[in-house]
């Protein structure tokens, strides 16, 4: 089992959106509704932000939303604001090794 | 407010076995699947495996030769060993509070640990 694929990078001016995706197959991503997107500052704990693919916990701004269409997950960070600059991970339950975060991508704030 | 902290030595030597423990606060230690994830430096997260309070464990396959989780209830806290030690084992060990979902699934992380660094080095 290998890691969800995201892209390493995305970038956006204040203000703009966003979207981060993340790509797994028909064990994954695509076959349970179980996608969670992760917020990680440098040198902290990853924050819980999406859970079941489109539900935000409290206290977790609604500038983040998402998303699932087939095999594939996203994130959309609205109204981007420099406090957003971080690594954000995906992840979901799979069938064959039970869970898998994807490989990340860092957010950047022009 | 639920809290994790992790304990334990900060380096270990080649062959010999990591032992992190997790101490929960906040909470009762029931009906939820406490877990291990790592990251090794500048690189990404992997789970490890989770306990259930009853016992029962679950491990990622990759590392499940090598790992073992347990649970006291009695003092809030779960544990983990990793055998046989590796440079490639050196990472940032993160304890977590997992969210069950249907059918018993692993469904999401809610609350971490501050995490803890251990190097493999001799």
């Known amino acids: 089992q290998s890691a969800l694929t995201q892209p390493a990078s995305v970038s956006g001016s204040p203000g703009q959106s966003i979207t981060i995706s993340c790509t797994g197959t028909?064990?994954?991503?695509?076959?349970?509704?179980?996608v969670s997107w992760y917020q990680q500052h440098p040198g902290k704990a990853p924050k819980l932000m999406i859970y079941?693919?489109?539900n935000r916990p409290s206290g977790v701004s609604n500038r983040f939303s998402g998303s699932k269409s087939g095999n594939t997950a996203s994130l959309t960070i609205s109204g981007l604001q420099a406090e957003d600059e971080a690594d954000y991970y995906c992840?979901?339950?799979?069938?064959?090794?039970?869970?898998?975060f994807g490989t990340g991508t860092k957010v950047t704030v022009l | 407010q639920v809290q994790l902290q992790e304990s334990g030595p900060g380096l270990v030597k080649p062959s010999e076995t990591l032992s992190l423990t997790c101490s929960v606060s906040g909470d009762s230690i029931s009906n939820y699947y406490w877990s291990w994830i790592r990251q090794p430096p500048g690189k990404g997260l992997e789970w490890i495996g989770y306990?259930?309070?009853?016992?029962?464990?679950n491990y990622n396959p990759s590392l499940k030769s090598r790992v073992t989780i347990s649970v006291d209830t009695s003092k809030q806290q779960f544990s983990l060993k990793l055998s046989s030690v590796t440079a490639a084992d050196t990472a940032v060990y993160y304890c977590?509070?997992?969210?069950?979902?249907?059918?018993?699934?692993?469904?999401?992380?809610?609350?971490w640990g501050q995490g803890t660094l251990v190097t493999v080095s001799s």
């Open positions: 306990i259930y309070y009853s016992g029962s464990t």
């Open positions: 079941d693919v489109s």
């Open positions: 992840s979901s339950y799979t069938s064959s090794i039970l869970y898998v």
């Open positions: 977590a509070r997992g969210v069950i979902g249907g059918s018993w699934m692993l469904d999401y992380f809610d609350y």
């Open positions: 028909s064990s994954d991503v695509g076959g349970y509704n179980y």
